[in-house]
C-alpha cells in the first residue's frame, strides 16, 4: 500500500501561465507546467529551495512516523536531494531522539566497485551511479530510506534500489516529495502530491 499525505494542490494562473499551487507546512509553492520527455507537467525543481525542502522533509517525517517505519540512515542521488535528505535527517533526529550523523549520496560515476545503471525521467540516456568504498561499508547491514525529490519512469529508484542491493543494506522505506500523473507507482512508496498532466 502507498502512503500519501493530502497535501493541498490545485492549479493557478499567473500572467498567463498555469501554475500547480503547493500548500505544505501552511506555505504556498507554484510549480510551473514544463514539457519533460514529451509530456507537460508541474515541475518541482527543489534545487536551493530551502523553504521548499524543509516543508516536505517536515510531512515526509511525519508520514514515516505514522507509519512506523524505523531506518538508521538515507540514501538519495546526488545532487538535488541533499538538502531534502539533509533536512529529514534533521527532522527525524528532533522527532525519534536518534543520531543520524550520516547520509549516503549516490554519486554519477564510474570506477568503483559497487555501481548501477540508470536512466532518468529528465535525462534519457544511460547514467551510472556509484557508492564509494567508503560509503559502500558504511550501509553494509544498515535499514535505509531511500530519498529523491520525484518518482518518474523509476529508473533512478531502481538504480539506488540495486546500490542498496549490492552494499547489502536493507530498503526500510522509499520516500518522494511528488510522483508523476500516470505512471505505475512501487509498493510501498511514500509521497505528498502527484503533480498532473498539463492539457
Known sequence: MNKINQTATQRVEKDGQEFLRVTMDGKDYDLPFKVLAGKKVAFLDISGQ???????????????LDAGVEFDTILNPVAKSNALAHSIALKWNQAKGSDITKT??????????????????????DQIMSLTDDDAEYLKGKK???????????????????????AGAVVA????????????LPEGIFYLFTLPLGE
Request: proline share 1%.
Open 104 to 125: 549516503v549520496v549516490a554519486r554519477k560515476s564510474e570506477g568503483n566497485k559497487i555501481q548501477a545503471v540508470y536512466r532518468s525521467v529528465t535525462t534519457p540516456r
Open 50 to 64: 530551502v523553504s521548499l525542502n524543509e516543508s516536505a522533509a517536515k510531512d515526509i517525517v511525519s508520514l514515516l
Open 144 to 166: 535505509i530510506l531511500v530519498v529523491d525529490d520525484v518518482y518518474g519512469g523509476g529508473g533512478t529508484t531502481k538504480g539506488l534500489m540495486e546500490l542498496a542491493d549490492k
Open 173 to 184: 522505506a522509499h520516500a518522494v516529495i511528488a510522483v508523476e500523473a500516470g505512471v505505475k
